[in-house]
């Protein structure tokens, strides 16, 4: 258990610490030891500190050194105040920028030596005297990434002497601005902070199904239309970024040495602009961007000619963009039915002899062929093609870096055939999309569950590479955005930190030096360095055991008792009130024997806390069972054809139609659901009749329908909520019998989410027992 501040003034998060004054200095716990991040490949603590004060000056004697220089004076302007002046003539108790072409070091790395008297950076580039600075700044308190100025605080390093470089030369992220827009401010941001933990590599996927975002002048309405969408709830979302906005950016990335990789989907996930130009899929046929998640069948016709020139159009444009060596041309995901399908792209199956085997199909050769294409195209520009895994399927172009996503297996299979690849599995920690908490309590999530220790254990290198000599084609690791359920950037950040310090990490430190105990202790201290950049991070929520519930029910008392995902204080309320940082700490389960309201949160070292999680404990007596004369087996039901986006709209519905269902899937198979979800036509209903109790108690149930009702009371209301993993779930004291059921299904989409992709089962778990089960039909009557 971390130690607690007291304090008001220390229980605060950055932005109050600066108006705490000049009243007692805070105690800042999470600005002791050594908190780089990466942790340095070589590294002694020596004795003595260096003051960091208003007269220092930098030492610049070369135009890239001073620009550096520059920069970091800036900055350190913003939070210490200090006027640092930027000279070339050689300072007495300075920071000295020092770069010599001739060191016998990595192009990244530096050494970085703090004595009493002086700072001194040396590297072969200025790329190495950037991270040399990083590294610097993180020997000073958090309070260094401040935004404004911070009073009260001693602004000095621990003296180090520090040898360093990274472990890869790709240390990679991936944001995607298609499914959920990322405006330029908000990238800057992010390149800000990744720049910080010595990032290098920004992937930027700008084409998607869902919404195209970058302009091309020679076809406009990629972005008059393809970059725009009518959402199911009805709302049109889109954005795109000018050429300016992109050269903006790319600029700005580089001032961090961080390049930028764009990424142009081809053949597949590329609806947006088929909805632009239908020309260039198969069928031709009149289309829109994709409103839900998930794999588009309708991509790009390579059987004809045109759509090949306008990839090379396309990339004509976005080249200049893009100084960067790699260029990201996807490559993933391409279903090839209507390939099949296509007599062009027969015709072009034929005419190129791109026969089907034993190991590819002749689509699938196809798609290399396009890959191969591709691949001309770009090296006649300088550049060298990366692409998702898919790649590998039907043969791999000549020159092609493979991202390996769809776990290590293609990775190893291209470093087999002696090309580069840049590991980004997602069941090994690299897809940040996924959950880190409970999911009943986490805002939605495409699902999964990682860890911040699961993405800090990944090692990018598998060991038969290792064993087959063939582990230097793995160039570097790579996390990805994926952002169909980070509906603002606020969740994205949410899924990206601190996760993504972790994957900083992972490419940098040597892999025996890492210790997932002491990064859990140097987080406490990134946190506060996040807070000066306005970073929504996540912060583990107390969890209960068995599924998280904001309803708890109970009879005559119950115990709740609660973890969190990594060791941090959790303080509580009985009383209404938030808690604060001086809280009751949580220390064992709380006891509650009346009716209450539990408020409860976790504090963080720094005093930031998570957001409160409220729950009503509530004390019932067994709601009685219900004698009926007669049982049917199944439910009664009436449903409506429509959209519903609220139960209470169903209220205006007149054309009910009557049934009856044998078991609570029913509700939902009425209609078939579709990968496409075209043509298929929503509807709401009601089912109604009687749940079968098995034993007196209290149970919990979960359920992804709109609403669930109880003996006339709802327990269950997800309204307006994307319709997966329940987050809504409420327990009940029930009395063995049957009880009145009412369950409402709508047929809608909310965030990208057809309900009817989900199971309208409700799952129930009596107080008592570890695992939600399914109500079984044999549980239901009318
Ligand atoms: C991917 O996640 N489809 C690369
Ligand atoms: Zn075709």
Redesign the pocket.
């Known amino acids: 258990m971390k130690k607690l501040f007291t304090t008001m003034c220390v229980a605060a998060t950055l932005g109050i610490l600066t108006s705490c004054g000049t009243q007692t200095a805070p105690e800042r716990s999470y600005n002791e030891g050594i908190n780089i991040i990466p942790t340095p490949a070589s590294m002694q603590q020596q004795d003595g500190r260096f003051k960091l004060a208003s007269g220092t000056a930098f030492y610049a004697p070369t135009p890239e050194a001073k620009t550096i220089a520059e920069f970091f004076a800036a900055k350190l302007k913003g939070s210490t105040g200090f006027n640092l002046a930027v000279t070339d003539s050689e300072a007495k108790s300075g920071i000295s920028l020092l770069i010599d072409p001739a060191m016998d070091i990595n192009d990244e790395g530096y050494r970085l030596d703090v004595t009493p008297q002086g700072v001194k950076i040396q590297a072969k580039t200025p790329q190495g005297i950037f991270y040399g600075m990083q590294s610097f700044l993180q020997l000073l308190p958090a309070e260094v990434e401040s935004p404004t100025v911070v009073k009260n605080i001693d602004w000095s390093a621990p003296c180090v002497a520090i040898d360093d470089a990274p472990r890869f030369s790709y240390r990679g992220v991936m944001m995607d601005p298609c499914r959920h827009f990322i405006p330029v401010e908000n990238i800057k941001k992010q390149l800000d902070v990744l720049s910080l933990f010595k990032i290098n590599t920004f992937h930027w996927h700008l084409t998607e199904d869902q919404g195209w975002r970058i302009e091309i002048k020679k076809y406009p309405k990629l972005t008059e239309i393809g970059s725009k969408r009518i959402e199911g709830e009805g709302y049109e979302y889109g954005g795109f970024y000018t050429q300016e906005e992109i050269k903006d950016v790319v600029a700005y990335a580089a001032e961090r040495f961080i390049t930028v990789v764009p990424e142009l989907e081809l053949p597949g996930?590329e609806l947006a602009a088929i909805a632009a130009y239908p020309e260039l899929s198969c069928k031709g046929e009149p289309t829109t961007p994709r409103i839900i998640w998930g794999v588009e069948d309708i991509v790009m016709c390579p059987g004809k000619e045109d759509m090949f020139k306008f990839l090379e159009d396309v990339i004509e444009e976005m080249v200049p963009l893009f100084p960067g060596t790699y260029f990201h041309i996807g490559g993933?995901?391409c279903p090839k039915s209507s390939w099949k399908a296509c007599p062009a792209c027969q015709a072009r199956i034929k005419a190129e002899g791109l026969q089907g085997d034993k190991q590819h199909t002749a689509e699938e050769r196809l798609q290399s062929y396009v890959i191969q294409r591709m691949e001309k195209v770009l090296a006649k520009y300088g550049k060298k093609i990366i692409g998702?895994d898919e790649i590998l399927e039907g043969g791999l172009s000549p020159d092609a870096t493979v991202?390996s996503?769809r776990g290590e297996g293609g990775g190893i299979a291209s470093a087999l055939q002696d090309h580069d690849v840049i590991m980004t599995p997602?069941g090994n920690g690299m897809?940040l999309d996924t959950f880190q908490g409970d999911s009943k309590i986490e805002p939605v999530s495409i699902g999964g569950y990682t860890l911040l220790s699961k993405v800090y254990n990944y090692n990018p290198v598998p060991d038969t590479l290792v064993t087959m000599g063939k582990d230097h084609y793995i160039k570097g690791v790579q996390a990805?955005h994926?952002s169909e359920y980070m509906y603002t950037t606020d969740i994205m950040e949410y899924r990206m930190y601190p996760r993504m310090i972790a994957v900083s990490e992972i490419a940098w430190t040597p892999l025996a030096k890492k210790d997932y105990k002491d990064f859990e202790r140097r987080i406490n201290n990134a946190y506060v360095r996040l807070d000066g950049h306005d970073i929504n991070y996540h912060i583990p929520q107390p969890e209960q055991p068995y599924g998280s519930c904001n309803m708890v029910a109970f009879t005559d008392s119950t115990s709740l008792t609660f973890t969190t995902t990594r060791p941090e204080t959790m303080v509580y309320t009985l009383d209404g009130s938030d808690p604060t940082p001086a809280s009751t700490p949580y220390t064992e389960p709380i006891k509650v024997s009346e009716s209450t309201t539990l408020k409860i949160r976790t504090v963080l070292p720094s005093g930031k806390m998570s957001p409160t999680r409220t729950i009503a404990v509530e004390k019932q007596t067994l709601s009685p069972a219900k004698t009926v004369e007669t049982k049917t087996p199944g439910l009664k039901m009436k449903m409506s054809y429509g959209t519903y986006l609220k139960a209470s709209e169903l209220d205006k519905a007149t054309d009910w139609k009557e049934l009856t269902v044998k078991s609570l899937h029913d509700i939902r198979s009425q209609v078939n659901s579709t990968e496409s979800m075209r043509g298929v036509e929503q509807y709401g209903a009601i089912a109604t009749g009687y749940v079968e109790i098995p034993e007196d108690g209290v149970y919990y149930f979960s359920s992804n329908n709109d609403e669930v009702w109880i003996d006339g009371k709802r327990l269950i209301n997800n309204e307006g909520e994307v319709k997966r993993f329940s987050r809504h779930d409420a327990s009940m004291a029930l009395a063995k019998g049957l009880h009145e059921i009412k369950v409402v299904f709508l047929g809608h989409i909310i965030g990208g989410w057809p309900s009817l992709w989900d199971s309208a089962n409700i799952s129930i778990r009596k107080a008592d027992q570890e695992k939600f089960v399914p109500i079984k039909p044999e549980q239901l009557f009318y």
Do not use: A, C, S
């Open positions: 996930h993933d995901e998702w991202m996503w997602g897809y990805n994926w």
